[in-house]
Antibody
Framework: QVQLLQSGAEVKKPGSSVKVSCKASGGSFRTFGISWVRQAPGRGLEWMGR????????NTAPKFQDRVSLTADESTATAYMELRGLISDDTALYFC????????????WGQGTLVTVSS | AIQMTQSPSSLSASVGDRVTITCRASQGIRNDLGWYQQKPGKAPKLVIY???KLQSGVPSRFSGSGSGTDFTLTISSLQPEDFATYYC?????????FGQGTKVEIK
């Protein structure tokens, strides 16, 4: 059973950066994509990007391409999402997830990391 | 980018009611669509994958249908634990995209 464990809540100043981690256990980490999804308070789900750890291949939604970096450390089975240039609208719950990989019913989510951007 | 239009945005229903939620894709996505249930502060939970397949462990009162551009999630007899927000997700196109969500509330 795949489990994804995310880092704890963060409070950041506007203009700064945040790096959220997602440690995988119980399954193959290297070859399947890890996606990042966020949810602002009272809002819907928003897909941000995906990384395939073994290849370092990333795919980022156009909205985030200039501000998001997705990386992965195969030795610790940990994926990272760094968001730069934070603004108040980036206040959200950030999830990592394996969305239906390799098969569509293999769907796993982290518990979420709350990032609050406030001066 | 493929847009997913989900309706209604919210609905009020009673226990035992039949509930239907729809998602329409801006272009064909074959059957590459999943439905998620989310409760406040929790990660989404997959209930239907490949448009019509019931995820393991999900009650059979949940069903999905559709292909191409129009998809439906049906709850045949709403139970108290089903009150939540539901989202569709397409992964056919890049980037993947969610519907806006449907909040199912107690009437």
């Amino acid at each position: 059973q795949v489990q994804l464990l995310q880092s704890g809540a963060e409070v950041k100043k506007p203009g700064s950066s945040v790096k959220v981690s997602c440690k995988a256990s119980g399954g193959s980490f290297r070859t399947f994509g890890i996606s990042w999804v966020r949810q602002a308070p009272g809002r819907g789900l928003e897909w941000m990007g995906r990384i395939i750890p073994t290849r370092g291949v990333t795919n980022t939604a156009p909205k985030f391409q200039d501000r998001v970096s997705l990386t992965a450390d195969e030795s610790t089975a940990t994926a990272y999402m760094e968001l730069r240039g934070l603004i108040s609208d980036d206040t959200a719950l950030y999830f990592c997830a394996r969305l239906g990989e390799p098969l569509p019913d293999e769907d796993y989510w982290g518990q979420g990391t709350l990032v609050t951007v406030s001066s | 980018a493929i847009q997913m239009t989900q309706s209604p945005s919210s609905l009020s229903a009673s226990v035992g009611d039949r509930v239907t939620i729809t998602c329409r894709a801006s272009q064909g996505i074959r059957n590459d669509l999943g439905w998620y249930q989310q409760k406040p502060g929790k990660a989404p939970k997959l209930v239907i994958y490949a448009a019509s397949k019931l995820q393991s462990g999900v009650p059979s009162r949940f069903s999905g249908s559709g292909s191409g551009t129009d998809f439906t999630l049906t709850i045949s007899s709403l139970q108290p634990e089903d009150f939540a927000t539901y989202y569709c997700l397409q992964k056919y196109g890049n980037p993947p995209s969610f519907g806006q969500g449907t909040k199912v509330e107690i009437k």
